[in-house]
């Protein structure tokens, strides 16, 4: 039976711009979140799949209810809250986008240390965390006390999804992101990611260092460059190639790579460190091309718009 899949952190609102002679005069809505777009990209691959955190009771925040049911991610760990749903908008001015974010004290930041059910810690065979997660409220506590619960117990996977413009307190966040990758079995960044969280090092040095802080593979998406992937305990290192694909937007490109990489090693039976480490390295290239293949067919039309199983299955064909 394949594991399930339990992607922990925010679902929010994404208005993206509508343009006339280059001005924005207006939003189209859309559902976003890093942990969301994961789910997505996982169910649409047929991968078992739920959502936990806490979503708003609000328009926007039924609204994004109703979606992750339509797309087949269970919903029954995503707790309601009276509080506003986070939005990011993005408008284009003088040719440049600018960047707009409501998120102080909105519905995804207030989960709490003990609130998740019983239910999620018997069920969850991978645990997948990060991104904006773990910048704001009691939201970074809840999520650390549910990797420990589940370290040992489920395969631990993190993509911190960086974004320094929202990060207010340096120093606290990069110890929150110390604490998780010590626990974590798999670490995923970009490599924009690593610049800023390892400056001035080489890809292999700072791979070298993430290895050392405790997972058992780290993997680097360098975009067309491709993907570099590191395994513990001797940094040995895979690569695989980029896809050669005419790229329209690579907005949710490594959400769409971790819902494929995850729901990959989901059906090898990964659901465990000790399960991860005894792959070989054979079937974890094969696993990370898959990933691969699922965030080429992303970056192929606007926007988080992952690909279902018989799209990538003919790209990998």
Known sequence: MTPMLTCLGEALID????????????FHMHPGGSLLNVA???????????????????FFGRFLRGYL?????????????AA???????????????????????????LRPGELPDALFAETG?????????????TPEAVLETVARLRGKALISCDPNLRPSLVRDEPAYRATLARLFAMADVVKLSAVDLAWLIPGSSLEGAVATLLAQG?????????????????APDARHLRTAAFPITVADTVGAGDSFNGGLLTRLAELG?????????????????????????????????????PHRAEVEALLA
Do not use: K
């Not at 997505?40 to 609000?58: E, F």
């Not at 991978?126 to 009691?138: A, D, E, F, N």
């Not at 070989?280 to 992952?306: E, K, M, S, Y």
């Open 270 to 306: 990964v659901r465990s460190r000790a399960t991860l480490e005894a792959l070989p390295d054979d079937q974890i290239a094969t696993a990370l091309r898959f990933a691969a293949a699922v965030a080429a067919i992303n970056c192929t039309r606007p926007g988080a718009n992952p």
């Open 126 to 138: 991978l645990l997948h965390v990060g991104s904006i997660s773990l910048l704001r409220g009691s």
């Open 215 to 231: 997972p058992a593979l780290v993997v680097i998406t360098q975009g067309g460059a491709g993907v570099l992937a590191a395994r």
């Open 40 to 58: 997505v990209a996982a169910a649409r691959l047929g991968q078992p799949v739920a959502l936990a955190g806490r979503v708003a009771t609000d």
């Open 84 to 110: 506003q749903s986070t939005l990011a908008f993005v408008a284009t001015e003088h040719g440049e986008p600018v960047y707009s974010f409501y998120g102080d004290d909105a519905a995804d930041t207030q």
């Open 15 to 26: 208005f993206l711009p509508i343009e006339v002679d280059g001005r924005t005069v207006g």
């Open 69 to 81: 049911q339509g797309e087949g991610v269970q919903v029954r760990w995503l707790l309601d809250t």
